[in-house]
């Protein structure tokens, strides 16, 4: 489209990235006695973000494998990697999520679930992000021990610039009332909360995926089913109104599902209003305050469907570009730039709405509270 | 025409990338013929002939499913959309084409002839 800024020259804040950090790396931030257990597995040949004891099972590994030439399995080692890959596709600034933590939910030991949170916040913070100012940190709130989750946000309010949710196997769902520590902690220090799933087989809800043949039909819903059951979750119990300052964002789940939330939301408070009698506002109310990263953003034979459906949920000022660099199902910020989003919608989707949700400067600087 | 290298530099089931008049392409010895393929995937502008060697794929007959194509399917390495190397052909969508080049054997060299055919539609145009 001629006259447009380049995307070389427009800010451009990619929401969700993923590092990859392995067991021996977090060893040394690790309390004891989890540590020791990090260095068991340490030299364990990795398949990819499969780590038995770390982050078991996962994405693909249960349908057949043939050769392929794609490349589906990479990996960003170093904030150098990270920086220089990042410079290539355009991105100013980019919020760091985990590769193997995406699965952290899945663990049943708490405690160790615990100390590997608290590993990967101060690894991330030590050697990423406050060595990187492109780089900003989304640090993990284990949800199998949310007073620590608290802490945790605490301890490093001054240095995120927001807090994961991970959702992969996740039981409770985020709307549960266990979790409140971690909003309170989050609201106090500024810092949104942002959903990240990944896939997986698991007996709980919605990654009860067992019936599904295929990887196929396995990826098509994990991240999306997650996340809509997530946020169903968080505004029927009331997360939404008892953290009113609270804000929160959803990543790697596409958009399409937004304007069906919305409205299927509002439908049932017709009829079923006594249930969530504290909400004050339809249910879509909340949902549209909710930020959402594009990636992986859908591909529809007409381009302009994309501005169609962000107009559905009111999504200007909410939704915000996300690349998932490395992973296979990455977004290039020309694809989303295929789209006709209009000058204005494009500052603010490539980078402007991601400033106001993580309350950041043009340069990554928070601004002070 | 342009020498692209000599013919042992592209053995038997190996593929490499090349500049042809400014345009990347990568050249193919699948079974001792070569083929061309621009080095652009439609999807995403991808390196698609970076990717490290083909393969065959799985193709339906009827509701079984058979690895067919050995040596002559190249997937993209950023999101593995499949490409019919000898045709350029995507197998999921099939108005997508990549450009395909002539490549002949003279002597001891490999030569690519540029395509002079209309260019092939590809998804990110429309």
Redesign the interface.
């Known amino acids: 489209m001629p006259g447009r800024v380049p995307l070389g020259e427009l800010l451009i804040v990619d929401t969700d990235v993923h590092v990859h950090e392995s067991p021996g790396a977090l060893a040394p931030y690790c309390d004891p006695p989890w540590d020791v257990a990090l260095r068991a597995v340490a030299d364990v040949p990795e398949r990819y973000l499969d780590i038995p004891g770390f982050s078991p099972g996962g994405d693909g590994t249960l349908t057949a494998r043939f050769p392929t030439s794609h490349e589906a399995t990479r990996m960003v080692h170093s904030p150098e990697q990270m920086v220089s890959e990042l410079r290539e596709i355009d991105v100013d600034l980019a919020l760091l999520f985990p590769d193997h933590l995406l699965k952290i939910a899945v663990l049943p030991q708490a405690d160790y679930a615990a100390a590997l949170a608290r590993a990967y916040n101060a690894w991330l913070i030590e050697e990423w992000t406050s060595r990187h100012p492109s780089l900003l940190a989304a640090i993990v709130a284990c949800p199998q021990d949310p007073a620590d989750a608290a802490r945790e946000i605490e301890r490093h309010a001054g240095d995120a610039a927001a807090v994961y949710l991970p959702c992969a196997g996740l039981d409770p769902l985020w709307g549960d009332r266990r979790y409140d520590p971690i909003y309170d902690a989050a609201q106090n220090a500024g810092l949104p909360v942002l959903l990240h799933a990944v896939t997986v087989t698991s007996p709980v809800f919605p990654f009860n995926n067992h019936g599904f043949d295929t990887e196929f039909a396995r990826h098509s819903t994990s991240h999306t089913f997650s996340i809509m059951a997530n946020v169903i979750s968080m505004v029927s119990t009331g997360v939404v109104v008892r953290f009113p300052e609270l804000k929160i964002g959803v990543t790697e789940a596409g958009i399409s599902w937004m304007p069906f939330v919305c409205n299927r939301l509002d439908k049932e408070y017709v009829e079923r209003r006594r249930e969530v009698p504290f909400l004050t506002e339809r249910p879509s109310h909340y949902v549209k305050r909710m930020y959402v990263a594009t990636q992986p953003i859908e591909e529809p034979e007409r381009l302009r469907d994309i501005v169609t459906l962000i107009e559905l949920f009111d999504g200007q000022d909410t939704t915000m570009y996300a690349s998932d660099w490395p992973h296979h199902d990455f977004d290039h910020p020309v694809k989303l730039d295929q789209v006709p989003l209009g000058d204005e919608l494009r500052r603010k989707v490539f980078g402007e709405n991601a400033l106001t949700l993580f309350g950041i400067d043009r340069d990554g600087r928070r601004a002070r509270r | 025409m342009t020498v692209v290298g000599r013919v042992a530099d592209f053995p038997e089931g190996t593929h490499r990338v090349v500049e042809v008049d400014g345009r990347s392409v990568g050249v193919f010895n699948i079974g001792g013929r070569f083929y061309g393929l621009l080095n652009r995937c439609a999807h995403?502008?991808?390196p698609l002939c970076e990717?490290?060697?083909?393969?065959?794929?799985?193709v339906s007959d009827g509701w079984r499913l058979e690895?067919a194509h050995e040596g002559e399917?190249?997937?993209?390495?950023?999101?593995?959309l499949e490409y019919h190397v000898p045709t350029g052909q995507c197998l999921a969508f099939s108005h997508i084409r990549v450009r395909t080049y002539e490549v002949t054997v003279v002597g001891d060299d490999v030569v690519v002839t540029p395509a002079s055919s209309r260019r092939p539609p590809a998804a990110?145009d429309?």
């Not at chain 2, 990717?51 to 799985?58: E, F, K, V």
């Not at chain 2, 399917?73 to 593995?80: E, K, L, Q, S, V």
Request: hydrophobic content about 30%; proline content about 5%.
């Open positions: 995403q502008g991808g990717a490290r060697s083909t393969t065959g794929t799985l690895w399917i190249i997937a993209c390495p950023w999101h593995g990110s429309r």
